[in-house]
């Protein structure tokens, strides 16, 4: 991968993690990782369409993975696409600080990528805290 591609991605994303929202300047001290949306394992290519910026955590979840289990209705479900799919018809950001996926596709990947893990509501909770400063 070119340097010229990470860029791209990057700047596509606004530093913005593609799956969670959380913004690249609340981890001063770790790079987002670009990654492939389909892995390479399942034969995912380095085109810009398959790459996606993602913060190490959501990253580190999802590893090759392409679906799970909705937690709602236990059925298999693939994950949210960032380049297929828009964030606003399967999650929303609730002012406690979770992310709420309210499709099964939402859901799915909010559950498996630990979204709301207490660690990263409290990040969103200051985030928001900041914002209103
Ligand atoms: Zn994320």
């Given at each position: 991968m070119t340097d010229e591609t990470r860029s791209f991605v990057r700047e596509r994303a606004a530093d913005l993690c593609e799956y969670c929202k959380i913004h690249q300047r609340y981890?001063?001290?770790?790079?987002?990782?670009?990654?492939?949306?389909?892995?390479?394992?399942?034969?995912g290519s380095?085109?810009?369409d398959n790459?996606?910026?993602?913060?190490?955590?959501?990253?580190?979840?999802?590893?090759p993975n392409l679906s799970?289990?909705?937690?709602?209705?236990g059925e298999l479900t693939r994950w949210f696409h960032p380049r297929n799919d828009s964030w606003h018809e399967h999650f929303r950001l609730d002012t406690n600080g979770e992310v709420v996926?309210?499709?099964?596709?939402?859901r799915t990947t909010a559950s498996v990528l630990g979204m709301n893990s207490r660690i990263r509501v409290q990040i969103r909770?200051?985030?928001f805290r900041l914002q209103e400063g």
């Open positions: 981890y001063p001290d770790s790079t987002f990782h670009i990654e492939h949306i389909v892995a390479k394992q399942h034969d380095d085109s810009q790459l996606a910026l993602a913060y190490h955590f959501c990253n580190g979840k999802k590893g799970g289990m909705d937690p709602d209705t996926g309210f499709t099964a596709i939402g909770r200051e985030i």
